[in-house]
T-cell receptor, first 112, second 114 residues
């Protein structure tokens, strides 16, 4: 059974810092990996999708990498801003349209 | 597209009452997922459909929970009778088979059973 772990559970950084959020998964036979952002009381917003054949994806100040063989992904946020404060969730899917399995998230606070 | 639409956004009900949550997936998507989120357990899959057919309902906690997808544009999750431990946020998500299978989530329904 696939399990997804995110470390740390919570992180607080001063504005302007670059930071890395970590995600690991137990079964390397994934189809894709998706990073989401969740603001308090809101739904999940998709940030980046990495297919199993890819090594990384970039969107603005966000860069996600994938090392399938070692079961790891990182989300790099450059020049963090207070507006980046949210919970970041990592999720993987095993094939085409099987459901996403989620980690418990990292709660990020960026202090002005 | 308006995205995945869920209703109601908030629901407060008394223990023992029937609760129905609704979801409209993104047009053209053919997979639909129901998740439940709690502080203790995070996001858990309840059930998912491919082409309106339930594929895996092993995450449905009890027989009190049921889900239907009568057509490609509508799904319901019903709890009957509801209990206080069902209080959680329920999310619906959809995706399109054959592409990158990026999943999109609705805003969720916050259910409180008193």
């Amino acid at each position: 059974k696939q399990e997804v772990t995110q470390i740390p559970a919570a992180l607080s950084v001063p504005e302007g810092e670059n930071l890395v959020l970590n995600c690991s998964f137990t079964d390397s036979a994934i189809y894709n990996l998706q990073w989401f952002r969740q603001d308090p009381g809101k739904g999940l917003t998709s940030l980046l999708l990495i297919q199993s054949s890819q090594r990384e994806q970039t969107s603005g100040r966000l860069n996600a990498s994938l090392d399938k063989s070692s079961g790891r992904s990182t989300l790099y946020i450059a020049a963090s801003q207070p507006g980046d404060s949210a919970t970041y969730l990592c999720a993987v899917t095993g094939s085409g349209n099987t459901p996403l399995v989620f980690g418990k998230g990292t709660r990020l606070s960026v202090i002005a | 597209d308006a995205g995945v639409i869920q209703s109601p956004r908030h629901e407060v009900t008394e223990m023992g009452q029937e609760v129905t949550l609704r979801c409209k997936p993104i047009s053209g998507h053919n997979s639909l997922f129901w998740y439940r989120q709690t502080m203790m357990r995070g996001l858990e899959l309840l059930i998912y459909f491919n082409n309106n057919v339930p594929i895996d309902d092993s995450g449905m906690p009890e027989d009190r929970f049921s889900a239907k997808m009568p057509n490609a544009s509508f799904s319901t999750l019903k709890i009957q009778p509801s209990e206080p431990r069902d209080s959680a946020v329920y999310f619906c998500a959809s995706s399109f088979q054959g592409r990158a299978t990026e999943a999109f989530f609705g805003q969720g329904t916050r259910l409180t059973v008193v």
